[in-house]
């Protein structure tokens, strides 16, 4: 079953439901804690882990793909790693397109296959929160749209830990379209002052495909909608209607029928991402076309020598 994240995690400020929530986002936060006190595992090959804080739309699949090209040109040896979760087969087709994929309900277990297979390097997308393992190099990713949305822990808010955890990690990434970058800049700052801040930016790569002066009703299914939604306006697409839906929402035939539906009403062409055009039943591909996208690590070289290259 998919949830759509609740309105108010991604307030400003907590409401009185995030404070209701808090008990128990502490006892989830010491349970969390207590974890951590597990022997973690260390492998041969290395292992970078592309996690979050921020539950879902921060960007780690697009990272850890551009991730994948850079070590593919520097002749290193690279695969991904993705622990198997059924709601989340839209990412594992996207990875599995970019590359090698190893999947399993451990992740332990798929870093040693590849290891198995001589792979110089595995990058985990997802898995910061994973004591079994220690990882050769850790990233942050942050959406620069969601941030850190009302700051608390979930269910209270939307971040899987507590954001003075930060102090812990050398390397945070902020991705989206630019926006808000000195404000949270200077708040990951304030936590720990000598991380290292690292932007991208999404750029299309097919916008040559679609015509400018064509209407478009749009739709996603991914944690970042408004930042697709940003990249589409900055590149000259005009949105007429869009639709957000949950984070790996498994679409219906009334859903796209829908869409289709205002689409012809409003004289309007279909566009959604690629992770949601792969989760498409065939009979709607030759009505809806996505946008390709791949995430620009602005700071490139600096990056690469943070997380050990």
């Not at 609740?6 to 128990?24: D, G, Q, R, T, V």
């Not at 399993?104 to 990058?123: D, F, H």
């Not at 097919?206 to 408004?226: A, M, Q, R, T, W």
């Not at 949105?239 to 009334?254: A, G, L, N, S, T």
Request: overall charge positive; glycine content about 6%; some cysteine.
């Amino acid at each position: 079953m998919t949830i759509r994240k609740p309105n108010f995690w991604n307030l400003k400020e907590p409401n009185i439901l995030a404070y209701l929530l808090l008990p128990i986002a502490k006892i989830i936060q010491l349970f969390n804690f207590l974890k951590k006190y597990s022997r973690p595992k260390k492998f041969k090959i290395k292992t970078i882990c592309v996690g979050n804080i921020y539950v879902g739309g921060t960007g780690k699949t697009s990272l850890s793909i551009e991730l994948n090209k850079i070590f593919n040109n520097k002749n290193i040896k690279s695969c991904y790693v993705k622990k198997f979760y059924k709601n989340q087969i839209d990412e594992q087709t996207i990875l599995k397109n970019n590359g090698k994929l190893f999947l399993s309900n451990e992740r332990t277990t798929a870093i040693k296959l590849a290891e198995e297979e001589g792979y110089e390097v595995a990058i985990l997308d997802d898995g910061l929160q994973d004591r079994s393992i220690e990882y050769f190099s850790e990233i942050v990713c942050f959406n620069s749209i969601n941030w850190i949305g009302n700051g608390l822990t979930i269910p209270a808010g939307p971040l899987r830990e507590n954001i003075s955890n930060l102090k812990r990690y050398k390397n945070i990434f902020i991705n989206g379209n630019l926006e808000n970058i000195d404000e949270i800049k200077a708040e990951i700052k304030k936590i720990n002052p000598q991380t290292n801040i690292h932007l991208g930016k999404y750029n299309p790569l097919n916008l040559n495909e679609f015509n400018l002066s064509d209407k478009y009703i749009v739709f996603s299914g991914i944690g970042n909608h408004s930042t697709f939604i940003s990249m589409l306006n900055l590149n000259g697409l005009k949105i007429i209607k869009d639709f957000e839906y949950p984070d790996h929402y498994q679409y219906e035939k009334k859903d796209i029928d829908k869409i289709l539906f205002q689409a012809e009403n409003l004289n309007c062409k279909v566009i959604t991402t690629e992770k949601d055009y792969v989760k498409l039943d065939k009979i709607y591909l030759n009505k809806i076309r996505f946008l390709k996208s791949e995430l620009k690590i602005i700071d490139e070289d600096k990056f690469m020598r943070s997380i050990g290259y």
